[in-house]
C-alpha cells in the first residue's frame, strides 16, 4: 500500500486495518506527516504542525495495539485540532497577533477526551481571527486555499480543517460554528461536517467567547461513519462547561451502519427559506438531492419554516460579544487585527443594551416557530450556502445570482440554526459546472443527532462521494 492510499484510508478503515496487523499508526503517521510536507504549501490547512509529538504518540499506540490489550476507540488515529482551540503544550494563535506564542497549560475537555480515546494529535489547523468570519485568513498565518481551487477560498471559520479533510492530510478534523463555521468550509471543500445540538459538545478552557451561545464544536471528516465514530468521543456531559448537556455521549455509530432505511420519514426541503437569494447550481443540486432522499423512501414536501430572516438578532448579538470582547484592547492591538475585524469592532462599540436584549428576546421568539415547524418535520434540507466558494481575497461576494446583496447574505442557511442550537451537517451533494464541491444542509431536532447521521449515511450510500478527490 502506497502512502497516498494510507492517506485516503478513513478511520474506520483505519481501526480494521490496525486490527488485522495490516498496518501501524507509525506507518501511518510517517505517511501524513509526508503528504502534508507536500500538500500544505499550496493550500495552508496547518498552521501549526508537531512531528515528533505525533510520533511518539504513533510509536506509544502501535506498543497498545502490538500488544492487543485494551485499546482507546480513536487508538492510533491521527485527527486536528482547530487553532481557536486550546491543546496543551501547543501553540494555540487563533489566528491573532495578541496571541502569537500562546501555548495553552490546558487542553479544551473535547481534545482531553480525544488523546484519552488514543488519538494522534497531528497539529493545528488554521482559521479567521477569533472566528470572526466566514473565510480563513488572519494576520498570523495568512489565506487558506481550496484544495478544488486553489485561487478559491476555503470558507471558514473551520477553513483549514475543511481543506486538510479535502486534501488528505488526515482522517479526522475537529471544527467549530458559531454561524456556519463547521458547515461552510465543509460545503466549500466537498466534506461532510456536522454541527451537533448546541451544549453536545463540551468547548471549554479557550479563548474569550465571541459567539457565547451559540458556538459548538463537532467533526469534519470524509465520511459520516468517521464523523459518528469521532462524535461519540468528544461529547458528553462535563461540569466545567456552563453550556453541557446534562447527558452521557449518546452511541452514533449504530446510527450509520446496517439498516440505513429512512422511510416513512418525513422531509421538508427549501431552496430559500423564504427570503434568500441563491445561485441556481446550488437551487438545482439540492432540488436534485431532495429527490434522492423521496427515492430513499422519505415523505418529501416542498416547505420551509414561517419564520422569516433572523439575520438581525444573530448579528447584534454576535457583533456585541465581539466588541465587548475586544473594544479594549484596540489602544494595543488594534492596528495588528484583521482590518475587517477591527472595523467591527469599532462600529459595534455602541450598541445598547436593550438593544441587545432585544436581540434575545427575537432569538427566543424564533426558535418558537422553528419548533413548531419541526413537531411536522423530521428532518429540514437547505443547501448550506447561497454561493460556491468564491475568489480569495475578499470577505464576502457583494452580488449573488445579479443581485446586490448584504455581506452575510451568501450564507443565509447556517446562522439560523446555530440559533435555534439544532443539529444541521453538510453533506456533498454535487458540483457547479466548474468543478467546485456543493453542500447540502441536513438540519435535525434538537438532540437528535443520530437521525441527521443517518440520514446522511443513507445520503452517502445512494449518492457516494467520498472517492471524488480535487486535483492537487
Known amino acids: 500500500m502506497d502512502n497516498l492510499d494510507i492517506c485516503r484510508m478513513s478511520a474506520v478503515q483505519l481501526k480494521k486495518a490496525y486490527k488485522a496487523k495490516k498496518l501501524s499508526p507509525v506507518e501511518v503517521v510517517e505517511a501524513i506527516l509526508a503528504r502534508i510536507e507536500k500538500i500544505n504549501p499550496k493550500i495552508n490547512a496547518y498552521c501549526t504542525l508537531v512531528p515528533e509529538s505525533a510520533r511518539a504518540s504513533a510509536k506509544k499506540a502501535e506498543?497498545?495495539?502490538?500488544?492487543?490489550?485494551?485499546?482507546g476507540v480513536l487508538e492510533g488515529?491521527?485527527?486536528?485540532?482547530?487553532?481557536?482551540?486550546?491543546?496543551?503544550g501547543i501553540r494555540t494563535t487563533g489566528g491573532s497577533k495578541m496571541y502569537e506564542n500562546f501555548v495553552p497549560e490546558q487542553d479544551a475537555i473535547f481534545v482531553e477526551r480525544l488523546k484519552a480515546a488514543g488519538a494522534i494529535i497531528l497539529g493545528k489547523?488554521?482559521?479567521?481571527?477569533?472566528?470572526?468570519?466566514?473565510?480563513?485568513?488572519?494576520?498570523?498565518?495568512?489565506?487558506?486555499?481550496n484544495p478544488w481551487n486553489t485561487d478559491r477560498t476555503t470558507g471558514g471559520s473551520s477553513g483549514g480543517a475543511a481543506a486538510a479533510m479535502a486534501a488528505c492530510l488526515g482522517p479526522l478534523a475537529q471544527g467549530s460554528d458559531g454561524g456556519g463555521s463547521i458547515r461552510t468550509p465543509s460545503s466549500f471543500c466537498g466534506v461532510f461536517g456536522l454541527k451537533p445540538t448546541f451544549g453536545r459538545?463540551?468547548?471549554?478552557?479557550?479563548?474569550?467567547?465571541l459567539w457565547e451561545g451559540l458556538s459548538c464544536t463537532g467533526p469534519i471528516t470524509r465520511s459520516v461513519a468517521d464523523a459518528a465514530l469521532?462524535?461519540?468521543?468528544?461529547?458528553?456531559?462535563?461540569?466545567?462547561?456552563?453550556?453541557?448537556?446534562?447527558?452521557?455521549a449518546p452511541r452514533y455509530s449504530p446510527s450509520v451502519r446496517g439498516d440505513l432505511s429512512l422511510k416513512g420519514m418525513k422531509v421538508a426541503w427549501t431552496?430559500?427559506?423564504?427570503?434568500?437569494?441563491?445561485?441556481?447550481?446550488?437551487?438545482?443540486?439540492?432540488?436534485?438531492a431532495a429527490k434522492v432522499f423521496r427515492k430513499l423512501g422519505c415523505i418529501v414536501e416542498e416547505a420551509h419554516p414561517d419564520a422569516g430572516d433572523p439575520q438581525p438578532a444573530f448579528s447584534t448579538q454576535v457583533t456585541s460579544a465581539v466588541a465587548a470582547q475586544l473594544y479594549d484592547e484596540l489602544p494595543k492591538w488594534g492596528d495588528k487585527f484583521d482590518p475587517g475585524l477591527r472595523a467591527m469592532v469599532e462600529r459595534s462599540k455602541d450598541i445598547l443594551a436593550r438593544d441587545y436584549v432585544k436581540a434575545r428576546m427575537k432569538h427566543l421568539e424564533y426558535w418558537e416557530k422553528i419548533r413548531v415547524f419541526f413537531d411536522k418535520y423530521d428532518l429540514l434540507l437547505t443547501p448550506v450556502l447561497a454561493v460556491p466558494a468564491f475568489p480569495v481575497g475578499i470577505y464576502f461576494p457583494t452580488e449573488i445570482n445579479g443581485k446586490k446583496v448584504t455581506p452575510i447574505a451568501w450564507m443565509p442557511f447556517t446562522y439560523p440554526f446555530n440559533i435555534t442550537g439544532q443539529p444541521a451537517a453538510s453533506v456533498p451533494?454535487?458540483?457547479?459546472?466548474?468543478?467546485?464541491?456543493?453542500?447540502?444542509?441536513?438540519?435535525?431536532?434538537?438532540y437528535d443527532e443520530a437521525t441527521v447521521l443517518k440520514a446522511s449515511a443513507a445520503f452517502e450510500k445512494a449518492q457516494p462521494w467520498a472517492d471524488k478527490y480535487p486535483p492537487l
Open 429 to 446: 451533494c454535487g458540483f457547479t459546472d466548474d468543478g467546485l464541491p456543493i453542500g447540502l444542509q441536513v438540519v435535525g431536532r434538537k
Open 271 to 288: 431552496r430559500d427559506m423564504g427570503y434568500a437569494t441563491v445561485e441556481p447550481q446550488v437551487a438545482r443540486a439540492v432540488e436534485a
Open 230 to 248: 469521532m462524535l461519540e468521543v468528544m461529547a458528553g456531559y462535563d461540569a466545567r462547561y456552563f453550556y453541557s448537556i446534562p447527558q452521557k
Open 125 to 145: 489547523t488554521n482559521t479567521p481571527e477569533f472566528g470572526w468570519i466566514g473565510i480563513t485568513t488572519n494576520p498570523v498565518f495568512g489565506v487558506s486555499r
Open 77 to 88: 488515529i491521527p485527527v486536528s485540532i482547530k487553532d481557536l482551540s486550546f491543546t496543551r
Open 201 to 209: 459538545v463540551p468547548q471549554s478552557p479557550g479563548f474569550p467567547g
Open 63 to 71: 506498543r497498545v495495539l502490538m500488544k492487543g490489550g485494551p485499546a
